[in-house]
């Protein structure tokens, strides 16, 4: 079965296993007093400045759960798009953990505008409401579009003048930062944003991502909310060992560039195939397609992936930091096959 189905479907990147069995020799301190995770913690001060703080975590969920929490009190609201992944694919965590409400917006590609939360400033001040204290944007978003730097500068400046906060759900932002060819620091960092969760799992890793705080103050307390919501690693030198390998040489960036290039070449080879009809603009790494049911039913024979909407028939094909050039042609070759 070929993998179009999900970046967490790919293995290890072999430079990340190589670093795992180097670190597995002798003892090491646990629960992150250990060199390794001095180093993630250093790699990450290499590319966002000394001035943060970063927390590594057990997965994508707890980082975006308690990186809110730690922006919240449970009467607080937090203003997301209808697709994002704290709405629709952490099984209500985010409801269950912080005890708030997700205010969302209908927005078919995931992105936000400041536009887009003004509607929900009426309820500032109002005791009867929830108060909308964070903005919380996916970069890549779920649906593969990438925010520039000005378009998360425009939500940093609106969250600021309102007295909110803007949380980034970077579980994809590798991929951004590839696609954009910008320094990541321009689109976090200098554009505003508080908290980030950072990508590991979908980029090469075999689990774990991170917690960036841009403001430290913010993360006063963090290693407690983190034990006490379970993402504490007692072994975190196998995270955190992890995160210094694939930080080391730009190793994220040029596994993204892979992943974002076979799906640019998956795209351009499935547009114009009769009953194949691309939906986005492929910027990153995922492609969406309108394919009949009959047709999926012949290509899922051999290749993985998931149909995104079950009313139109989109489905979403995803590449990884190891998807070859020879597994996009042969889905190209089927498409052409059976899509007639
Ligand atoms: C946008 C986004 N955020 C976060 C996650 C992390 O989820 P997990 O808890 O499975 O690591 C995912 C994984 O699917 C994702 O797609």
């Known amino acids: 079965m070929i993998n179009f189905a999900s970046d967490n479907y790919s293995g290890v990147h072999p430079r990340?296993?190589?670093a795992l069995t180097a670190a597995n020799t002798g003892c090491a301190c646990a629960y992150g007093d250990d060199t390794y995770t001095a180093d993630a913690d250093a790699a990450f001060k290499a590319l966002f400045g000394d001035d943060i703080a970063s927390y590594v975590m057990v997965n994508?969920?707890?980082?975006?759960?308690?990186?809110?929490?730690?922006l919240m009190r449970?009467?607080?609201?937090?203003?997301?798009?209808?697709?994002?992944h704290i709405n629709v694919d952490e099984t209500g965590a985010p409801e269950n953990v912080l005890g708030s409400k997700l205010l969302t917006v209908d927005s078919k590609d995931g992105k936000l505008t400041p536009k887009d939360v003004e509607q929900f400033l009426f309820a500032k001040g109002v005791v009867h409401h929830s108060q909308p204290k964070v903005i919380s944007?996916?970069?890549?978003?779920?649906?593969?579009a990438v925010y520039t730097p000005e378009e998360v500068k425009a939500l940093g400046d609106f969250a600021r003048e309102h007295d909110m906060y803007l949380h980034m759900d970077g579980a994809r932002i590798a991929n951004a930062a590839a696609a954009l060819g910008v320094d990541v620091a321009s689109f976090t960092r200098d554009a505003g944003v508080h908290v980030l969760s950072f990508g590991g799992?979908?980029?090469?890793?075999m689990f774990g991502e991170a917690v960036v705080f841009?403001?430290?103050?913010?993360?006063?307390?963090?290693?407690?909310?983190?034990?006490q919501n379970l993402q504490l690693l007692s072994k975190m030198r196998y995270a955190s060992c992890q995160f210094v390998e694939l930080l080391r040489d730009d190793l994220w960036l040029q596994t993204a560039r892979n992943s974002n290039a076979m799906a640019k070449r998956l795209a351009e080879g499935l547009a114009g195939i009769p009953g194949v009809e691309i939906c986005n603009k492929v910027d990153v790494n995922s492609v969406f397609a309108i394919i009949s049911p009959e047709h999926q039913e012949e290509l899922h024979k051999q290749f993985a992936f998931y149909e995104w909407n079950e009313a139109t028939h989109e489905v979403r094909l995803v590449c990884s930091f190891d998807t070859t050039e020879q597994e996009v042609d042969s889905f190209i070759a089927a498409a052409k096959a059976i899509c007639r």
């Open 16 to 18: 990340i296993m190589q």
């Open 60 to 70: 994508g969920t707890g980082a975006n759960v308690l990186g809110l929490a730690a």
């Open 74 to 84: 449970p009467y607080h609201a937090v203003v997301c798009s209808e697709i994002a």
């Open 137 to 144: 944007i996916t970069q890549s978003t779920e649906y593969g």
């Open 201 to 205: 799992t979908k980029n090469g890793m």
């Open 214 to 227: 841009f403001d430290k103050k913010l993360a006063e307390g963090f290693e407690y909310l983190r034990k």
